[in-house]
């Protein structure tokens, strides 16, 4: 994988992530499909709201939006398969909405988080646990691609 970072000018607007992801038909388990993860580079690994429970408050530096977009290009002689299906969820903490759409040989996958408040009691701890676990399966959600030929490496 290749990564670069466009330029963050005055930090008022977005940050631009270009990555290039390389995967052989022949390294894929699925014969003659590719499982693509388009949010997997972003994506903790995690919930780092995981345990149990919470003694203390949870304080952010502020009430927070965040919005991921990937764009990702089926290759030539590749179809789309599947799909991830959409994600809706919101609570008193905030909202969580993934979306994935395919639009001729472009697979565009949204992500946006928005937590509401700056500090939350440890009462609600299980609010924030909930949203956070959401954003840490993103990283798993995944696009499946399919060799239009039926072929792996360029072999029938």
Not at 45 to 64: G, L
Request: glycine share 8%; with cysteine; charged share 25%.
């Amino acid at each position: 994988s290749v990564v670069t970072v466009g330029e963050a000018g005055s930090g008022s607007g977005p940050v631009e992530l270009r990555y290039r992801i390389e995967k052989s038909l022949e390294d894929e388990t699925l014969p003659g499909r590719i499982v693509v993860e388009p949010f997997g580079v972003l994506r903790k690994s995690e919930n780092p709201f995981s345990r149990p429970e919470r003694q203390s408050a949870i304080v952010f530096d502020y009430p927070y939006e965040v919005c991921e977009t990937v764009a990702m290009w089926v290759p030539e002689g590749m179809s789309i398969e599947a799909m991830a299906e959409d994600t809706t969820f919101t609570n008193a903490a905030g909202s969580f909405e993934a979306r994935f759409n395919a639009v001729g040989n472009r697979v565009v996958a949204q992500h946006l988080l928005r937590v509401k408040e700056a500090v939350w009691d440890p009462a609600d701890y299980e609010k924030v646990q909930r949203l956070f676990a959401l954003e840490a399966a993103l990283g798993t959600r995944a696009v499946g691609l399919k060799d239009e030929a039926g072929v792996v490496g360029g072999k029938p």
